[in-house]
């Protein structure tokens, strides 16, 4: 048996098909592959086509039966659910539900009964007695302690069988799935997921407690006016006896109280990452509520937000409040089974198309041009709970009784990677924290070290990484106030290398906690650390130092506080060709800051420039180097000389007329390219006229559609400056091909120049 955490197990499954046909000892094996959800099964078939083999699915009982009938080798899917000793009839009532809880998903479509097998006009017996037979079980876990497994086996006495899980059972009421498929052949722990990135860690954060949740009222409040009629005694006997149970939990105000305080927490936790969230109700009825709480608390929010623009007499919402558009926007969707006999007003939430639409759209980012992505949070009773892979859900709000392994199955939906994605998060509003004890209690300490841990937990990682990025310049003796001397010390590159790590590490943690108030004792330093980063930003022009890519709701944060002093985040650093360079630089007091500037500022124009004309900025970036070794030290001199250097650079780049321009570049390769000997000034006449005949030729080509596009194209025109380079004798032989490569890059640099200077 395989025990892995998070995602991995359908790729296995194909890698270990893949071998076995490498294997001349284990090609005739036949491989059937079983699963418990019509969505499951559709999922691992399509990994299953990486395997090159073509794939037999199972549609009914009697196509389950043939296939598994079938001597030879194959690739054979199908349901667990198909490993039935009858025929199947009609549901009379409600589905049956799975082990654990579980509702099966969309039952298989209806096929005609099966010819009885022999045996007595009985079905069942054996199918086939094979060894050659591989029997590879997706959710091990599920549905295979009861009779159908045993089916199954009886079918197909003889076969290996190797069962994949993610949370085994180890119950002391259910038969453990280790008696079922033995000992574990190979166990992927949470901790080791964790660590080499496939799973994020999930946070816990409990808001059982009676807090409040509008005008004052807190949910006890509420729960005592459900029961006004009562004596206090009476509420308390109650509330000790009832207080959790679906009647409760399914009331309409308490569903309303608790899903304003959802939508809350979602828009000020989840939503500013781009992240999505499931509601887990107790019931059906209670996950239809909830959709419909959520709407009339999202119109509620939304009238509050406006009602603030219209108070604080906002000209730009969209600044104040940045997410407010968005909010209007959002969609809520619940999924459930159908049952015989529901209300109509049920239908949207348990049509299968209905659903499939929101769980498609649920899985895609926020695209508000587009109009999708826009389904921010599913409500569920027991469906999307295990074997749900979205990656963008970060959080799940808790609102039933759950236990064991089904516990687990349902947290480890937000632990999927996805982009910036620091933790997934679990609130808990029914108080399952003994029950996840309990569930993490049956499982070995190696198997769920790291499955879970309290919000309040992760406190002590935000207050290490917050001592450890401060410390970098405390432990220098700079004063994170004092700007402009963190900014000095960052001018050792490797200085700024570890500060762009850190800092990166201290706003993950920090975003993690916000909006919380443990999160407020870190605003200030975070506020001052984003400042220097953009003043340091500015003035070394340091990609490694751009947070553009980190998580929305610090970078707010810290973009409001830098353009309060002064700095606008979406201006590029001053470039020196620019009019008011000097003007800029002479507006920093210090002159090492000065000479900073300057060199830096050279240094982004030389690599922002080199490709158009590597010869020329290959001089430049080393005379450049010369300047700063002639004065090191000596800031006033560094200043006078780096200022001269920027002069010539720009008087130079003034002087060059559009078809000098073009031809330069190329005519500094060749000059740098041509034998000795070509040193005249009739040789050079010579070099200019055939750099002309060579820029012409490429200019036909490059300027054809989408030639940068076409590896072919771009071949046949390095082929034909190879034969010009050597018929005009331009370069050694063995120095051709590397030229040649040299021209290439350089007019796909000088692309846009050099079409549109096209006579």
Known sequence: MWHTQGSGKSLTMVFLVRKMRTLPELRRFKVVAVTDRVKLEGQLAETAALTGEPLQVAR???????????????????????????????????????????????????????????????????????????????????????????????????????????????????????????????????????????????????????????????????????????????????KARYATTGDVLEAEKLIRAKARDVLRHYVTTVLPDGYKAQVVAVSRLAAVRYQAALVEAQRELVAELENLAKVLNLRKVDDALPYLERIRRLKFAAVISPYHNDPPSWRPWTRQGVQDAAVEDFKKPFNDEKNEGLTAVLVVKNMLITGFDAPVEQAMYLDRPMHGY????????????????????????????????????????????????????DLPRLADRHRRVVSLFTARGCNLHDTEAGVQLLYDARLRAQFAIYLREFLQALNTVLPRPEALPYVRDARLLGLLRARAFQRYRDQHLNIAGAEAKVRRLIDEYVVAQGIDTRIPPIDILAANFEEHVGQIRSPRAQAAEMEFAARHHIRRYFQEDPVYYQ????????????????????????????????????????????????????????????????????????????VDQMREEIGRVDFWRKPVAQDQLRSRIVQYLDAHDLAQYEEQEALADQVMQTARANHTLLVNSQS
């Open 60 to 238: 009914s009982v009697a196509e389950f039966e043939r296939l598994l009938r079938q001597p030879g080798a194959g690739l054979v899917f199908g349901m667990i659910q198909k490993a039935q000793d009858e025929a199947p009839s009609a549901p009379a009532g409600p589905p049956p539900r799975m082990r654990g809880g579980q509702e099966p998903g969309p039952p298989c479509p209806p096929a005609a009964p099966p010819p009885p097998r022999m045996r007595g006009g009985q079905r069942g017996g054996v199918l086939n007695d094979s060894e050659d037979i591989l029997l590879l079980v997706d959710e091990a876990h599920r549905s295979h302690t009861s009779t159908l497994h045993a089916n199954l086996m009886a079918a197909l006495p003889n076969c290996a069988k190797i069962g994949f899980t993610g949370t085994p059972i180890i119950e002391a009421d259910k038969k453990p799935t280790h008696d079922v498929f033995g000992s574990f052949i190979d166990v992927y722990t949470i901790r080791q997921s964790q660590d080499d990135g496939a799973t994020v860690p999930i946070l816990y954060e409990g808001r059982t407690a009676p807090g409040e949740v509008a005008n004052g009222e807190t949910l006890d409040s509420l729960f005592e006016d459900m029961f006004r009629q009562r004596t206090p005694e009476e509420v308390e006997a109650i």
């Open 406 to 457: 089904e516990l687990l199955q349902a947290i480890a939906r937000v632990n999927r990677t996805y982009k910036r994605k620091e933790c997934g998060l679990v609130v808990d509003y029914y108080g399952l924290a003994h029950h996840l004890k309990e569930a993490l209690d049956l499982y070995t300490e190696g198997d769920v070290e790291g499955a879970l841990r309290p919000f309040r937990d």
């Open 619 to 694: 001089r430049l970036s080393q005379r450049l180097e010369e300047i700063l070794q002639t004065f090191t030290e000596n800031w006033e001199a560094q200043v006078e000389a780096l200022r001269t250097f920027i002069r010539e650079v720009r008087a130079a780049h003034a002087d060059v007329s559009r078809e000098d321009r073009v031809m330069r570049p190329f005519l500094r390769l060749l000059v740098e390219a041509a034998p000795r000997g070509w040193s005249s000034g009739a040789d050079r006449e010579r070099l200019a006229a055939l750099t002309v005949g060579l």
